[in-house]
């Protein structure tokens, strides 16, 4: 059975008589159906009624459903009421904006806004570059997306992309400290959406692009890096990309293999796999063999996309031809960033002794990770409930805490390289082991690490 997660974590009211031990059956009940209690509490203790809250974490929604119906079942118990806790959490949404300053006086009136704030207009007007230091600018990221690849779950447009962009501001506020704000644009006209950034971008030091399908999120990064004086990051490209390569520079390390020797099966060549590529080639792999949804991407494609091209241009040196499972036979080296059970047990099984797995597509891996480790020496998800998540966070934050605090415009493959050096230097020689091979998210010194990268590399 699949992993219970907090993601589908749900409280349920129930009620019985105090004969009948409400608690003991519940309990009962909810485990035997597989989930996973993680709190209870005795709300109501009278002579004709118990009421209690379990709280439990379920698979996903239609387990949580089962948990609901076999309590319901039960003739000495009443389930009075369901919460969805992640529908709780995001009720109202999850950021919001407050002053720095106190408004409290007409003296703070004064300053705050009229006539103060004219003063400060001016100076402006007088040295454009004051607006970083006078104004939100200098810690503001807009978090841009037009809700055409989101998550898993495709494009589903801009308004339900929405809660993807708050929890992205809400990781920048949490991790270093930065303030962002989702900007989500009901279009998904890749010349209408440069322009709208464009507008927009005197208000923010620096662009965070999210969640905008390839080959569009490649033109619309590339153009706006010419337009606009502040940086400009796709964060499904770069973010994955940097975290990849730490977490493959840091396996390589234990199965004592070198990049350049490694042959690699790359499951996914939208803008994360061919940012991936990119990286990895940069830092000396050779032999990539890259898979889309119409097969292995070999010679005699052509792409109008530069990056595409480029991709075709620089994999499959031996123009191979063949079957996914045909090119793990041997492979070092397993990328997923594409769709649940792209590769079987055999593949696996095929694949050359102290092999890395990466099956990073979410929230379904592309191969269950507990058979993944029958035959892999380090396996990755992109699932927080598994030990070695890949996850963007360890990269993004950093990344502009550096970019914003060294007023930097651009971003370059140096800094790239230098953001996943230093996520990768957090795991100590001591801690490094098939289970760790990326820091933890919550590690303080993370953050820290990649901005101080970054600021050197500018």
């Known amino acids: 059975m699949a992993s219970t997660s907090p993601g589908y974590g749900i409280t349920i009211r129930i ?19 597989g989930a996973t209690i993680t709190a209870l509490d005795v709300v109501e203790s ?33 389930v009075r009421k369901v919460s969805d806790r992640t529908f709780l959490l995001h009720l109202g949404g999850k950021i919001e904006i407050q002053s720095k300053v106190p408004l409290k006086t007409r003296d703070d009136l004064s300053r ?18 004051d607006a970083r230091r006078l104004t939100i600018k200098r810690n503001t990221v807009a978090v841009v997306t037009d809700g055409s690849a989101v998550l898993g779950l495709g494009n589903i447009g801009p308004a339900a992309a929405l809660p993807v962009m708050e929890g992205k501001a809400a990781l920048f506020k949490r991790f270093a400290d930065v303030d ?21 971008a ?28 502040i940086p400009v990051f796709h964060d499904d490209q770069h973010g994955t990309a940097i975290v990849v390569l730490a977490a493959l520079r840091n396996s390589l390390k234990l199965v004592n293999k070198n990049l350049g020797d490694v042959k690699i099966v790359l499951s996914g060549v939208g803008a994360a796999g061919n940012a991936i590529a990119r990286l990895l080639t940069l830092n000396g792999a050779r032999n990539i063999i890259g898979f889309n949804q119409k097969g292995v991407v070999n010679k ?8 595409q091209q480029w991709f075709i241009d620089n994999s499959n040196p031996d123009n191979f031809t063949g079957t996914m499972s045909g090119a793990m036979a041997g492979a070092d080296v397993f990328i997923g960033v594409s769709a649940p059970n792209v590769i079987t047990e055999a593949d696996a099984a095929s694949m050359a002794p102290k092999a890395i797995i990466f099956a990073l597509a979410n929230p379904d ?3 269950d990770p507990i058979i993944a480790r029958k035959y892999a020496a380090v396996v990755a998800t992109g699932r927080s409930d598994q030990p070695n998540q890949i996850n963007n966070v360890l990269a993004f934050p950093g990344i502009f805490r550096g970019l914003l605090d060294a007023h930097a415009n651009k971003i370059t493959d140096k800094l790239l390289v230098a953001a996943a050096e230093a996520i990768a230097d957090c795991v100590s020689p001591e801690q490094l082991n098939a289970s760790f091979i990326v820091p933890s998210v919550f590690d303080p010194n993370v953050t820290k690490a990649v901005a101080a990268a970054v600021k050197k590399s500018v």
């Open 112 to 129: 705050a806004y009229t006539p103060g704030v004219a003063r400060i207009c001016q100076a402006i007007v007088d040295d454009p570059t």
């Open 180 to 200: 962002a704000w989702p900007v989500c644009l009901d279009t998904q006209d890749v010349d209408e959406i440069v322009r709208t950034v464009q507008l927009i």
């Open 365 to 367: 891996p592309e191969i």
């Open 46 to 78: 009278l002579l004709e009624k118990v009421v209690i809250d379990v709280t439990c974490d379920t698979i996903d929604s239609a387990h949580a459903d089962e948990i609901t119906a076999a309590l319901s079942k039960n003739p000495e118990l009443t």
């Open 300 to 307: 005699s494609m052509k792409s109008e996309d530069s990056m």
């Open 202 to 229: 005197p208000v923010y030091g620096g662009i965070n692009l999210e969640d905008i399908s390839a080959p569009r999120c490649f033109e619309i990064e590339r153009r706006l890096r010419d337009l606009l004086d």
């Open 15 to 33: 009620e019985g008589k105090p004969a009948s031990q409400p608690v003991a059956l519940a309990t009962s009940v909810i485990t035997a159906a």
